[in-house]
């Protein structure tokens, strides 16, 4: 940004004291204020006094809250309900002091009907974990507590209630701690000090203090927030006096933080650098350079040294190449580049696939364990830098004993319990599993498995594309395994649940997740198809609701056969620059027999090939195109869903098999599908040879970048020959989203 001179920027922030040196960076203007829109009282409880100090001023005062301040956090909690200082936020150092001190809390407190309508929606929304009686019962006392356990759909229904004012007190560690903005009066922070894990010993930072106490007292909710602190010694007392001063932490750079090759392959890949000296000249516009300048100039001879020593890695991985005098990503520098994974995950990632190439190709399902626990031993969480992490729990060995037993691709560490732990539960939770019972073999909670498990698909999603590299020589049934296996873990559930729970999630069915899903799969209701076909009867005795059962019927019937993307906005605007937007266009509208022609004219506008209409009304049951360019020929059968039946099943999906029975076996069955397949057709292509499939979108984004002259009509054909289902990863050019 600085390097390319914006114009006009403006950047907020309420937690840095150092704002001059982004000023200074930026070469912008520096406009701060100490006034805040609701004040903030702060107040340290101690020896049975309270001492105010309001945020922005540095003398305090003492004040009345009539009678003593109390300095146990219960009876702290019940004198600011007496004051009519709730709704309350209480930070805890841990998740089970959040849980153990909401059971004692709300003990005291009686049944309120606001509280009961919670805990019935608690019930409706949300599926069984650990955590569901415990959050249930005390909901109805209008206490909650909010913690990394609780699943995605519990933490929904909590943040509604308490964003509805139905709850007046919620015990929290810090996944409340900044971003959000519900209706707390007052946050309690009764533990200065931390006594578990990592940071033992010490006290809460002046950062994460004022990035909580910030939740207090919120625009247009309240006329005043109050934060109060408890110390428990003289330490803490002083600590204290200086979380409340107006003073707040200094910001540096951090970044070279994620690691230095990566950051130089992405500057390269991004086109922003192509030698040394340009990087260099990059670095030179960064908040690190500008600071460090000033500080410790030494640093930065250090970091010239690394540099070079980052791009001869680079090179020696072959993820950059020296063209000349300028440098240049290589394929496999490119595809890392755009998926975020550290280089050095890329690589041993590019060895894994060398190495199991075979195995993958012959048994991929019997490598699915092998593969998450590839993922978790790698850099992205397990190197000096990692980039994700793992859950922290209690040790539970038979995690270790279950992968013992297991052929995986990486030799075990048995020593590093945690990180079989996490891959024990990642994959028992992509197979389904129950949250509990998940918890209950690994000591993963529900909540942490939900967050891990999105974190190992990312890493999976990035495999996925590196698969698509030339030079590893992977089909493009291993692209769709990965592909498969990546959605498996990140919806938790096998590919048999994953249309029926994507459209439960999008249209937020209450209380339909993976458990319910994998319930409607073991009655043998897999596709959309199935649920409208079942009787509600039955879904009801399923689901055991009915308004879930209806809900999830009428989620279903609204899913439209029509979808739009970047890439379907993309098509729009290319097209025009080549004359052909009213053919895409109408390919994009049409249905039927319609879409069939549509295609067959848009097909038209390469020359260099020949597209003829096979099914032309007086031949019976045969494909709908052909296409020919030299020695290659491949048979297209066009399949298109509406409203009520959004997507392609396996039975219209491998149609063209038989359609094409009498054509010569050389040619390549294709099914081109609108919008899209379901994803049983995607698991069973992904081990076929004879069939390909391939989605609207991905075949318009094909035949566009041909006829923009991005890849050739040979490179494209040869593209539509891989079977499987066509994955643009693999067709070479510059996407249309990019032009």
């Known amino acids: 940004m600085r390097q390319r001179g914006v114009s006009q920027f403006i950047a907020l922030t309420a937690t840095v004291e150092n704002a001059e040196d982004l000023a200074g960076w930026l070469q912008c203007k520096l406009v701060s204020s100490n006034h805040r829109d609701i004040p903030l009282h702060q107040e340290i409880w101690f020896n049975g006094h309270s001492y105010r100090t309001t945020f922005g001023q540095e003398k305090g005062e ?52 606001r509280g009961i309508e919670l805990s019935n929606q608690l019930e409706l929304f949300s599926e069984p974990t650990e955590s569901s009686n415990s959050l249930r019962e005390h909901a109805e006392r209008h206490v909650a507590f909010h913690t990394a356990d609780l699943s995605p759909q519990e933490r929904q229904v909590i943040e509604r209630g308490i964003s509805e004012g139905n709850i007046d007190v919620c015990f929290a560690t810090t996944t409340l701690a900044a971003g959000v903005n519900f209706p707390f009066k007052s946050i309690i922070f009764w533990k200065l000090t931390y006594k ?261 698909a990312w890493v999976l999603e990035g495999l996925q594309k590196l698969s698509c590299v030339p030079e590893f020589n992977c089909s493009q049934n291993i692209t769709n395994q990965l592909g498969m296996l990546s959605r498996m873990v990140r919806w938790g559930a096998p590919a048999d649940a994953l249309d029926v729970l994507r459209v439960a999630q999008k249209y937020q069915v209450p209380g339909v997740g993976r458990q319910r899903a994998m319930a409607l799969v073991a009655q043998g209701i897999t596709t959309l198809k199935d649920v409208l076909a079942s009787g509600m009867d039955k879904l009801i005795s399923i689901l055991r609701n009915a308004t879930r059962a209806e809900a999830l019927v009428e989620a279903v019937e609204s899913v439209s056969g029509i979808t739009e993307d970047r890439l379907t906005n993309a098509h729009t605007r290319v097209a025009k620059t080549v004359g052909v937007e009213a053919l895409v266009d109408n390919c994009n509208k049409s249905f039927d027999t319609d879409y069939e022609v549509a295609i067959l004219e848009l097909l038209k506008e390469e020359t260099s090939w020949i597209v003829t209409e096979v099914d032309d009304g007086r031949r019976q049951n045969v494909p709908d195109l052909m296409l020919q360019l030299g020695n290659k020929t491949v048979l297209i059968e066009c399949k298109t869903t509406h409203k009520k039946n959004p997507l392609i099943g396996k039975e219209e999906a491998w149609a063209v098999l038989q359609k094409s029975a009498d054509f010569n076996p050389t040619y390549r069955r294709i099914t081109l599908g609108k919008p899209h397949f379901d994803e049983t057709c995607k698991r069973k292509v992904a081990g076929a040879h004879d069939i390909t499939l391939i989605e609207h979108t991905v075949f318009i984004e094909g035949v566009l970048r041909v006829v923009l002259g991005l890849v050739s009509a040979e490179a494209f054909i040869e593209w539509l020959e891989q079977p499987g289902l066509s994955d643009l990863n693999r067709l070479g050019g510059k996407p249309t989203y990019q032009q």
Request: aromatic share 8%.
């Open 62 to 113: 003492l004040v009345d809250i009539g009678g003593e301040a109390p300095s146990n956090v219960e009876n702290a909690i019940s004198k600011l309900l007496s004051l009519g200082r709730g709704p309350i936020l209480v930070f805890t150092e841990s998740r089970r002091e959040a849980t153990q001190l909401a059971q004692s809390f709300s003990r005291s407190r009686p049944k309120q009907n």
């Open 196 to 456: 578990w894990g990592d940071r033992a010993g010490s006290r809460i930072a002046r950062w994460d203090y004022r990035n909580m106490s910030g939740r207090a007292g919120r625009l247009g909710m309240h006329s005043e927030g109050f934060s109060i602190i408890i110390p428990r010694s003289q330490l803490e007392l002083q600590h204290a006096n200086q979380l409340v001063l107006p003073e707040n932490d200094q910001l540096e750079s951090r970044y070279f933080s994620v690691g230095l090759r990566k950051t130089v392959l992405a500057i390269i890949a991004a086109g922003l650098a192509a030698n040394y000296d340009s990087v260099i000249g990059f670095f030179k516009n960064t908040l690190y350079w500008y600071q460090t300048l000033e500080s410790n100039p030494v640093k930065l001879q250090a970091l010239e040294v690394k540099t070079r020593e980052s791009i001869d890695w680079l090179m020696k991985h072959n993820l950059i190449v020296s063209e000349g005098t300028e440098l240049a990503v290589t394929p496999f520098g490119a595809v890392t580049a755009s998926t975020g994974l550290l280089p050095s995950t890329a690589v041993q990632f590019a060895n894994l696939l060398a190495d199991h190439h075979d195995r993958l190709e012959e048994s991929f399902e019997e490598s699915v364990l092998g593969l998450i626990h590839a993922v978790v031993m790698s850099d992205e969480f397990s190197g000096e830098r990692p980039t994700r992490f793992l859950t922290y729990q209690p040790a539970e060995y038979e995690s270790v004993s279950y992968l013992r037993g297991e052929d995986l691709l990486l030799t075990l560490n048995a020593t590093n319990v945690r990180a079989a732990q996490c891959v024990h539960a990642v994959f028992l939770f992509s197979q389904g599993e129950q949250e509990r019972k998940i918890a209950y073999k690994t000591k993963v909670s529900s909540g942490q498995i939900h967050r891990l498990s999105n974190d190992v």
